[in-house]
């Protein structure tokens, strides 16, 4: 009986102790949904557009690349990041730099839970804080703190079935307890994906068709470690290490024939089977020291920098060549091997400083970049063995640049806000072809300003504007006079004397509540670089070169809705059109203008099917218009469904998507060039199932040591 009272006792109390802990459980979801509500899904900020991640339905259950592609502005096209009026665009965890691209990165956004991401920053004309290279853009991913003494863990795999299969599996382990805090993810992929090319050079007399075949085999390790140490409330060290290696080998195969427009003969016919293979990998590593001055926002930082990328790849393929007129057949056997390696050092402080007038920063960057080349290339006659082609290429490019920034933000009142800041970037390069005995040298300083204003008369409508000044320096690839044979009758070949480019961008952008964005865009570049084809008729030779070939102009608009049509019902739109003028003054485009018209249209809607809100369907459509510059580019579209179910507790997640159901993102590009139509017909792998799983488990009570102070029995004594 005794123990019967106990166990009912024990129950009482279990079940009010519980009914007391969903008391408080609701109070703090209600608060939690309160201070929510006072966060708008998508905020204009002077110089950056804002989507705050945990607001919205669409991301419930997903990852980092979810949470982008749910992004305002932000367009994923395949492994590409893309963003609105900008060519490239480079990613940032909590303000820093992603050494990673591609496949890789997109890898590595996947590991990232979007239940850790506090919010996105759109930067499409970055401030003077940030680098001045390229007409790119930034993504800054703002992730939550972690909850102190927790630890927490994540489980991830996929499976994805396109022509071939691929495999994801990873692992997620984040840990804090009292002042140091650990992040490790792990990231194994492996798999074959599918590439093809079909391409026309339609010659005066005949007709020239190249079909490529590439099937890419890949393993990758993928790896990073985060550290972090606060000394005191005001002081903390990191320590981020990032890995990726990679073993990679692909089958190639290429058909190429040529016909004669009078009677439909084969005149030529060359097939090229072929093998790659290389064992790519990159390391970065980051420290940085954070100091805050006082209590009034002031803060120092320094980050030291470094970066190490090797890629040794070897091409062995195999030419069967035959010529009908007159009747000849020879059998060529090629070795191209080669080594890159890029090393990075880099130094920046960054010192912030509100004061009552006006809040400011600045500081300075110095980096220099190494980079090592080495190219062997022999052509034999598998028939006798004899040799036809041999060269060697030892390239070697240096790159030093230093930096100094100052910004200044000010508010007028509660209306108006402006911020200018001026960056100046001193380049000195030495490009040295050891082969060639080609040494090409420069040195040149200058300023890129920035001005941002914006003006907010209530809390539904905003109007900014911005202008931004930015530099394209030359990549290594570019600059390199070595040829890469991808045919023997078709190479690849860089340009040591490239020039820099240099880019005018101005910005237009209005915001009504979360509800509409929209964007106007001008840009300007000069000395616009492509890489462009060069034609020998008479020997059937193929030259792309790396050249400065236009003065550009550019100029669009964007609108994108995100709307609720019911409470089950998320969805967004968006809507781009941009116009374009190129003036070549090369030769071989007869100094003629070109311009043309481009766009597309993306519709997103995410589905809650059941009232606990754990399972969720998306189908996401997108369409690219036919567009016009030098060349012409067909339209192409892609429409997506996905599933996804949230079971224990929310703690697993399984998700399955199908991608590119019509299999209608393959597009064709065709431009004239030395009176030459060239077309291109490619095809990247994009109609695929795929199936994942996301395991998530932890603590979030690790005790806490308690250190007794050297006088505590004093402490004692005198209470």
């Known amino acids: 009986m005794k123990r019967l009272i106990i166990a009912i006792s024990f129950i009482c109390f279990g079940v009010a102790n519980a009914q007391q802990q969903k008391q408080d459980s609701i109070e703090k979801e209600i608060q939690a949904v309160e201070l929510k509500a006072q966060k708008k899904l998508i905020e204009r900020k002077v110089d950056r557009l804002v989507f705050n991640v945990e607001n919205a339905v669409s991301v419930v ?158 393993k990758n390790w993928g790896t990073l470690l985060n550290l972090e140490y606060a000394f005191t409330d005001k002081s903390s060290l990191g320590l981020q290490f990032m890995g990726s290696f990679t073993d990679k080998y692909s089958d190639e195969f290429a058909d190429n024939f040529a016909r004669r427009y009078s009677d439909h003969s084969l005149i030529h016919y060359y097939k090229t089977e072929g093998l790659s293979q290389g064992t790519p990998s990159n390391i970065s590593l980051n420290l940085n020291y954070i100091q805050k001055l006082g209590n009034d926002g002031k803060k120092l930082s320094v980050d030291a920098d470094y970066f190490d990328m090797t890629n040794p790849e070897a091409n062995h393929f195999t030419s069967l060549l035959q010529d009908f007129i007159p009747a000849t057949t020879e059998t060529q056997y090629s070795q191209n091997n080669s080594h890159q390696n890029v090393k990075n050092y880099s130094i920046k402080t960054d010192f912030e400083m509100p004061l009552s007038w006006a809040n400011l920063s600045f500081g300075g960057r110095a980096a220099s970049t190494k980079t090592k080349n080495l190219v062997d290339i022999n052509f034999f006659n598998q028939d006798n063995n004899n040799l036809i082609l041999s060269q060697k290429d030892h390239f070697e490019y240096t790159e030093n640049i230093q930096a100094l920034y100052f910004s200044a933000s000010k508010s007028f009142g509660e209306k108006w806000e402006t911020k200018v800041g001026l960056r100046g970037e001193a380049t000195q390069t030495n490009a040295n072809s050891i082969s060639t005995n080609e040494i090409t040298q420069r040195n040149y300083a200058k300023l890129f300003p920035t001005l941002y204003i914006m003006y907010k008369p209530n809390e539904n409508h905003s109007f900014s504007a911005n202008y931004g000044r930015r530099i394209g320096r030359p990549s290594w690839v570019s600059l390199n006079p070595a040829r890469w044979y991808e045919t023997p009758k078709s190479y690849t070949t860089g340009n040591p004397f490239l020039q820099p480019i240099f880019i005018n961008n101005v910005e237009f952008n209005y915001a009504y509540k979360s509800l509409l964005n929209f964007q106007l865009f001008y840009g300007k570049y000069i000395d616009n670089t492509a890489q462009i084809s060069r034609h020998n008729v008479a020997e059937n030779i193929t030259v792309m070169r790396y050249e400065n070939i236009s003065n550009d102009m550019f100029t669009g608009g964007s609108i994108s809705i995100n709307y609720k049509p019911f409470n089950w019902w998320e969805a967004s739109a968006e809507i781009n059109a941009s116009y374009s003028e190129t003036k070549p003054y090369v030769e071989i485009y007869s100094n003629h203008k070109y311009s043309g018209w481009s766009g597309y249209t993306t519709s997103r809607n995410t589905f809650t099917l059941n009232s606990k809100k754990t399972l969720f369907a998306s189908l996401n459509y997108e369409y690219s218009l036919p567009s016009k510059g030098i060349g012409t580019m067909s339209e192409y579209s892609s429409l997506d469904i996905g599933f996804k179910y949230l079971l224990l507790n929310k703690n697993l997640i399984l998700g399955l998507n199908f991608n590119d159901i019509f299999r209608s993102q393959q597009y064709t590009y065709k431009e004239v060039s030395q009176g030459i139509l060239q077309s291109f017909s490619q095809y990247y792998d994009s109609q695929y199932v795929r199936f994942s799983l996301n395991y998530k488990f932890g603590n979030n009570k690790i005790s806490v040591s308690s250190r007794a102070s050297g006088n505590q029995e004093e402490k004692n004594r005198a209470n």
């Open 61 to 218: 259950g997903g990852d980092a690349l979810d949470a982008l592609k749910a992004t305002p502005s932000v367009r994923i096209q395949g492994n590409n990041i893309q963003l609105v009026g900008k060519s490239s665009v480079r990613v940032m965890i909590n303000d820093k730099i992603t050494q990673l691209s591609g496949e890789a990165l997109q890898d590595y956004l996947k590991s990232i839970p979007s239940a850790n991401i506090l919010k996105i920053e759109v930067i499409t004309n970055p401030p003077s804080k940030y680098e001045a290279e390229g007409n790119s853009g930034l993504i800054n991913i703002q992730l939550k703190r972690s909850k102190q003494n927790n630890w927490s863990a994540t489980l991830r795999s996929s499976y994805l079935q396109a022509t071939y299969e691929r495999l994801v599996h990873g692992a997620n382990f984040n840990y804090k307890k009292d002042k140091f805090s650990a992040l490790v993810d792990v990231n194994y992929s492996y798999g074959r994906n599918l590439y093809t090319n079909d391409i026309f050079y339609d010659y005066p007399d005949y007709q020239w068709n190249n079909k490529l075949f590439n099937r890419n085999h890949r």
